[in-house]
């Protein structure tokens, strides 16, 4: 079946412009990650999605990142103000949940290059 | 608090001789473990996982892990490494609820032919 489908796949923006990064994850997955992968580090946790519960944006950097995700399907992240520190490749994961520690689907993710 | 570390960034073997890889976690809670591999260009794959079950955990690949509480470890580990082994691999701890995935920040593994 599909698996999760992030767009764009590469996007370039100048410093000062506002982005959006989509995630489509798996049918019928009710729990939705947003992270970031800096350049040869590892994934730094930004916010999560599970059903209609209020988001965790507790690794949310700073207020100029936002997410929203449309009921159990799809979410977008935006980043307002791009700096160049934001560079990195955007991961968005789906799992079922609901009582157990289920995987995560991870997409193939967005590189955001901030010029 | 969930955290996990990951001890060596770049481990180097070679072609047919066993991998190990290693991982130690901290956790305020009973954890669940797994570890994750991302070849280049691609997108994060579940290699295995640990959820209180089994301590001893088979995955993909021929790739095992075995949970050591008495260590706080979860090391991954493979008898012979195959060149499409060569990846960066990533170690993750999460709370029982598991709603907060903690990652290590990744092993490197090369394989020399």
């Known amino acids: 079946g599909a698996g999760v489908s992030q767009s764009p796949s590469n996007k370039v923006t100048e410093k000062g412009k506002d982005v959006e990064l989509r995630c489509d994850p798996i049918?019928?997955?009710?729990?939705l990650y947003w992270y970031r992968q800096r350049l040869g580090q590892g994934l730094e946790f930004l916010i999560y999605?599970?059903?209609?519960?209020?988001?965790?944006k507790s690794g949310l950097p700073s207020d100029r990142f936002s997410a929203e995700r449309t009921g159990e399907s799809v979410s977008t992240l935006t980043i307002q103000r791009t700096q160049q520190e934001d560079s990195a490749v955007y991961l968005c994961?789906?799992?079922?949940?609901?009582?157990?520690?289920?995987?995560?689907?991870f997409g193939p993710g967005t590189r955001l290059t901030v010029t | 608090a969930q955290s996990v570390t990951q001890l060596d960034s770049h481990v180097s073997v070679s072609e047919g001789t066993p991998v190990l890889l290693r991982c130690n976690y901290s956790?305020?809670?009973?954890?669940?473990l797994f570890w994750y591999v991302q070849h280049p260009n691609k997108g994060l794959q579940l290699l295995l996982k640990y959820t209180s079950a089994a301590t001893l955990v088979k995955g993909i690949n021929g790739f095992e892990a075995e949970f050591k509480k008495s260590e706080t470890s979860f090391h991954l580990t493979k008898p012979s490494a195959h060149m499409s082994d060569a990846a960066e691999y990533f170690c993750?701890?999460?709370?029982?609820?598991?709603?907060?995935?903690?990652f290590g920040t990744g092993t490197s593994l090369t394989v020399i032919p």
């Open positions: 049918s019928g997955h009710t729990a």
């Open positions: 999605f599970q059903g209609n519960s209020a988001p965790d």
């Open positions: 993750v701890v999460s709370a029982p609820w598991g709603n907060q995935f903690y």
């Open positions: 956790s305020s809670y009973s954890p669940s």
């Open positions: 994961a789906s799992s079922l949940s609901g009582g157990e520690v289920y995987e995560q689907y």
